[in-house]
């Protein structure tokens, strides 16, 4: 079954401007990744916020998490024409801690110029 | 991107062909996937290997047959594949660990079923 799914689906913005993804998941979770992948190339990690954290930055990325909404939003700041691509969020969910992640179905991102 | 390779980068293959692809990890991982990437679906998962162990194998069909000799090697074996099986076929690696897992993707593989 699905367990992240992402909001919008496309998005696009001038540069310089912000962008905001949401994603929304059903189940507990260790962790929530976030990853970048450009047209028809490997995913690339970006992110990851453990379950007790709350919110956590990596240069111009913001992410949040709340759990008690089981949703999280990534933030672009400043975004520029290299930041086009979709954007996944992918939950760790199981016991264990299998690393076994399930991905959301993504944002695609249009950063004009 | 560049601590896991995947050969070959593209790949088109008849409905009787058996062909294999190939993922390598520099890395030091202990844990390797393979996923499948169709276009408007999210990324499935298909097979996970632990220290060489298959460990997951998500009701995948029987005509991919997934090989992983050691840590740093993974193997997705095809044969009598169908068109709708086209799709970008990715590998990753991950190190195991209690501060959770990050994945590390190859490039794929576009294969192209005819």
């Known amino acids: 079954s699905q367990q992240g799914e992402e909001d919008p689906q496309a998005l696009s913005i001038q540069e310089g401007e912000n962008a905001t993804m949401n994603c929304s998941y059903k189940?507990?979770?260790?962790?929530l990744q976030w990853y970048r992948q450009n047209s028809g190339r490997g995913l690339v990690h970006l992110i990851l916020?453990?379950?007790?954290?709350r919110e956590k930055h990596s240069g111009r990325l913001r992410v949040t998490l709340d759990t008690s909404k089981k949703s999280s939003s990534l933030l672009i700041t400043a975004s520029r024409a290299a930041d086009t691509a979709s954007y996944f969020c992918?939950?760790?969910?199981?016991?264990?801690?299998?690393?076994?992640?399930?991905f959301g179905q993504g944002t695609t991102l249009q950063v004009k110029p | 991107e560049t601590g896991v390779t995947q050969t070959p980068r593209h790949l088109v293959m008849g409905m009787t062909n058996k062909k294999s692809l190939k993922c390598e990890q520099h890395l030091g991982h202990n844990a390797m996937y393979w996923y499948k990437q169709s276009a408007k679906k999210p990324l499935e998962l298909m097979f996970v290997?632990?220290?060489?162990?298959?460990?997951e194998n998500n009701s995948v069909p029987s005509r991919f047959s997934p090989e992983c000799p050691n840590s740093s090697h993974l193997f997705l074996h095809l044969h009598t594949l169908q068109p709708e099986d086209s799709a970008l076929y990715l590998c990753a690696s991950s190190s195991p660990g209690l501060a959770g897992r990050p994945q590390y993707f190859g490039p794929g593989t576009r294969l192209t079923v005819l």
């Open positions: 992918a939950t760790d969910a199981e016991l264990g801690n299998t690393g076994k992640l399930i």
């Open positions: 189940t507990s979770i260790n962790n």
């Open positions: 290997y632990n220290f060489k162990e298959q460990t």
């Open positions: 916020i453990r379950s007790n954290e």
